[in-house]
């Protein structure tokens, strides 16, 4: 049943993807509308985070990065539709949905790096992110679709786990020959057994780690006490790693602009702690930025 779940869900989506960006823009906004004023989506967590993160504000202006957080929302899963009908990349480049602004310079990372570790969070359209070769207008990636691997969050559902998985992959050209998509508990094996091989792993990192993942204090975050996740900068730093962090910030209606923002060259001179302050002070700037630009339904503080 699984299996059959999965075929009628992504081919919905393949048929669905098919259709203009700005069709699935559109619905977007009703999405948003519907989950936020209708539905009510997580409101209450919703409106908690944002009062807690962003302390200064009043409660109209409160109300109002809620509202453009649901539409935000329902862009991002719209978005993600869409991108199901995008395959092998060229309709993903020509459409300028994602635009990498300093390609050259991760260019240059990659090529005096042993590997790098990119640091990332839910913003932006993090699902976007397995079309990373398509998002460079200006210099061509001097690395092959091979060489950047994803490392991803199993979601409970079989169905849309493995739904997801395809859709993330949708851009490569090879696919039967891609395994740079990685479940986060086999993230470790993975990377230590690509140890040697020059490669670019994206990790979403969050604050609040996930039962069984490891822990790090990293003092203040949106003017909270915060835990975050400590993995990937655990890897970077064992195995001498660049650290980046990969912005990515709205561009427009329904665009985005990611940034490679360099964090460490060799994370083995700096502590994970070092790292992960480092990251999130990053992020905040960010979110001050953009405030609604974050994905608030989850309890991030606990």
Not at 17 to 42: E, I
Not at 61 to 67: K, N, T, V
Not at 141 to 158: A, G, M, Q, W
Request: proline fraction near 4%.
């Amino acid at each position: 049943m699984a299996k059959l779940g999965y075929y009628l869900v992504h081919g919905l989506m393949r048929a669905l993807g098919a259709l203009p960006l700005g069709f699935h823009l559109a619905c977007g906004k009703a999405l948003g509308w519907l989950a936020g004023s209708v539905l009510r989506y997580r409101r209450d967590v919703v409106t908690a985070n944002l009062a807690r993160s962003f302390p200064d504000k009043k409660y109209d202006e409160l109300a109002r990065i809620r509202r453009q957080f649901y539409r935000y929302l329902g862009t991002v899963f719209a978005e993600a539709v869409w991108f199901a009908g995008c395959d092998k990349g060229k309709r993903l480049a020509e459409s300028g949905i994602v635009r990498f602004t300093n390609g050259a310079a991760l260019n240059d990372w990659f090529e005096r790096s042993d590997s790098i570790m990119l640091l990332t969070a839910h913003s932006g359209n993090w699902e976007l992110i397995g079309g990373f070769m398509s998002y460079f207008p200006d210099v061509t990636p001097v690395f092959c679709e091979n060489d950047v691997h994803v490392i991803y969050k199993r979601l409970t559902s079989p169905v849309w786990d493995e739904v997801m998985k395809a859709n993330r992959i949708t851009p490569i050209v090879d696919k039967p020959a891609y395994d740079g998509l990685v479940e986060s508990s086999l993230a470790m094996r993975h990377v230590l057994g690509n140890r040697g091989k020059k490669k670019i792993y994206a990790f979403i990192t969050d604050q609040h780690p996930y039962q069984g993942a490891g822990k790090i204090d990293v003092g203040s975050f949106m003017h909270q006490p915060t835990r975050s996740m400590d993995g990937a900068a655990k890897l970077a730093s064992r195995l001498g790693m660049a650290v980046a962090y990969l912005s990515c910030r709205p561009a427009g209606e329904g665009k985005w602009t990611m940034t490679f923002v360099p964090i460490c060259e060799d994370a083995s001179a700096s502590s994970p702690e070092e790292i992960m302050k480092k990251y999130y002070q990053l992020l905040q700037q960010d979110l001050e930025a953009a405030p609604w630009n974050y994905l608030w339904t989850h309890k991030r503080w606990k």
